[in-house]
Each structure stands twice: as C-alpha cells, then as structure tokens.
C-alpha cells in the first residue's frame, strides 16, 4: 500500500484489527477448536498465489478478471473471506504464521514465531517461495522494484534466515515455470506475481492476464491433475473496507477433487487457509491462529 494512504487510516485501522484479534483468537468470543471433516483429501502439491488490494466487488463482481472468474465457476468459491488487516503485510503473516506479527509494511525485523515453514520440514515436506522478479535465488534482502520483500513472508522467518539450505528454496517464477514443465514442484509452492502483475500496480486486467499465462499450464499439468491444490487469494481489499480487519475478498479454490462449482457461504479468513495448506498435505500441527480457524473441508 501507499504510505500516504495508511497514515490517513492509521487510527482507524488500528481499531479494526484489535477487533479482528478478538475475533481470531476468541478472546471474548465463542470460537472452539473446529473438528476436521472426515476423509479430508490428501495432496502432494499444494500451490497459493496471492494478488493485491482489491475488493470481491471488483474481482468475482466485475468484468476485469474472466479467467479467474472461469476458475471460481468451474471449480470452488469462498463467498464470505475476508482479509485479517490493512496493510498487506500483516496478512501475509498470517497466511504463514497465523499471527499478524506486525501492522507496519515496512517492517524490518525477523519473525520466529511457529510458521509453515518450521512445521513442512518437521514433517519431511519441501517447499518454495516463486517469486517474480527476485533478484537472485536465495535473496533476503530490500525490495528492489517490480519485487517487493512485503509480499515474500519467508524472507523474514529465521527458519529460513538462518539456514542456507532453507535459503535456497527463496526462488524466481521462471523456476516456478521450468518445475510446472518437469513435474517437479514441492509438496507447497508459494507463487508471487511481482508489483505490475499483482494487481497493486497494474490492473486485474493485467492480474487476469498473467494468471492465464502462469496458472493455466499448471493446472493442465500430470502432476496437478493427479493430486494438486491451487489456491488463488487477495490479500487485502481495498483500504476503505475494514470488514472483519482488511475486507471482504476473494479466495479461490482449484483442485481435481474439488466439488464442481462450490460457492461456500462460511465466514473464513487467512488462518483458515494456512490450516488448509498444512491439512491438505497431512501436517497435524497448525501454528498459532490456525489452530482455531475454520478448517476448509466443505470444498471436497
């Protein structure tokens, strides 16, 4: 986001997400551990790629993103997902720690709290980052334009901070394009779109575009085919929408053992996802607000 933007919403926003921390953690409320759906579906690769900033309204409601909408059709919807913050970092943090770790986007510490990392190597499982436009495999360092370090939460875990090998699964998309075409992806792929094609400087025209381009040869792919899970989400909405802490957007499900055309009416938001990535690949253990969430069954 724009800091001018979020120094003009700063107190607002503060607000709103100590609401959504009482509502993520129940302190007050009446959230229990969920119990998990029988016969959940196990997968061997398990893909997120996150876009930018922008509303249900516009995405699923408007005419910008037809072949994501295709996706959403075909396949599966969550109707009612909403983001946990504004601005995007938080969110970020919480697809892959269930905390918000932080509020500020230009956060510049290291988190070791319990993350999806920690938790797919304590359980044999590989993973990447695919980010596009890194400028080197490996790299931990600033943004460096169209990459930006805010949208890339496994640069700032210690888990990979401080492992070279764990370093080195920090890679580009034209990695993530060249494991598609050998059938060779981990067991979770995080897939990044870089500033113009995430939709936070370009268009969801543009977005659209290059999820057709990236996205579709996965999903025609032996691999995926046979047992894939592809979860395509906004991080945030746009900054006037405090609904539930960063607003009501869209999430969408692809799999081969999806239901056809599911449109899901349960409130969920990114802790509900990170417990899908971690359940979906048979991980037990569900770091920090995850442990709590929704789990995400309805969609198999």
């Known amino acids: 986001m724009k800091s001018s933007s979020w120094n003009k919403l700063k107190t607002t926003k503060?607000?709103?997400?100590?609401?959504?921390?009482?509502?993520?953690?129940?302190?007050?409320?009446?959230?229990?551990?969920?119990v998990s759906s029988p016969n959940f579906p196990q997968f061997g690769h398990v893909i997120l790629v996150v876009e930018e900033n922008h509303g249900y309204s516009e995405v699923i409601g408007g005419t910008a993103m037809p072949y994501l909408k295709s996706l959403a059709s075909k396949y599966g919807l969550a109707t009612q997902y909403f983001a946990n913050a504004h601005p995007s970092l938080p969110n970020y943090f919480m697809m892959t720690t269930g905390q918000i770790i932080s509020l500020d986007d230009g956060f510049t510490g290291t988190v070791d709290?319990?993350?999806?990392?920690?938790?797919?190597?304590?359980?044999?499982?590989?993973?990447?980052?695919y980010a596009e436009s890194i400028p080197s495999t490996g790299y931990v360092g600033g943004d460096v334009f169209p990459y930006k370090k805010g949208h890339n939460p496994f640069a700032y875990m210690t888990d990979v901070l401080n492992s070279n090998a764990q370093m080195q699964n920090l890679v580009s998309l034209s990695q993530f394009n060249t494991d598609v075409?050998?059938?060779?992806?981990?067991?979770?792929?995080?897939?990044?779109?870089?500033?113009?094609?995430?939709?936070?400087?370009?268009?969801?025209?543009?977005?659209?575009?290059?999820?057709?381009?990236?996205?579709?040869?996965?999903?025609?792919?032996?691999?995926?085919?046979n047992n894939g899970l592809l979860i395509i989400l906004f991080d945030e909405a746009n900054f006037d929408d405090l609904?539930?802490?960063?607003?009501?957007?869209?999430?969408?499900?692809?799999?081969?053992?999806?239901k056809s055309g599911h449109q899901s009416t349960t409130l969920?938001?990114?802790?509900?996802?990170?417990?899908?990535?971690?359940?979906?690949?048979?991980?037990?253990?569900?770091?920090g607000a995850a442990n709590a969430a929704p789990e995400m069954g309805e969609f198999f």
């Open 113 to 129: 709290a319990d993350n999806l990392v920690r938790e797919l190597v304590n359980a044999g499982k590989t993973w990447k980052s």
């Open 14 to 34: 503060i607000l709103a997400v100590c609401a959504t921390f009482i509502a993520i953690l129940g302190c007050g409320g009446t959230i229990s551990s969920p």
């Open 243 to 258: 609904t539930n802490g960063g607003g009501h957007v869209a999430a969408v499900i692809v799999s081969p053992k999806a």
């Open 181 to 225: 075409r050998a059938n060779q992806l981990p067991n979770f792929s995080f897939v990044i779109p870089n500033l113009l094609n995430d939709a936070h400087d370009g268009s969801l025209q543009v977005a659209d575009q290059w999820l057709q381009n990236n996205i579709a040869p996965l999903i025609s792919s032996s691999s995926f085919q």
């Open 268 to 287: 969920y938001q990114h802790q509900s996802t990170l417990r899908l990535i971690l359940e979906g690949l048979g991980v037990r253990k569900f770091p």
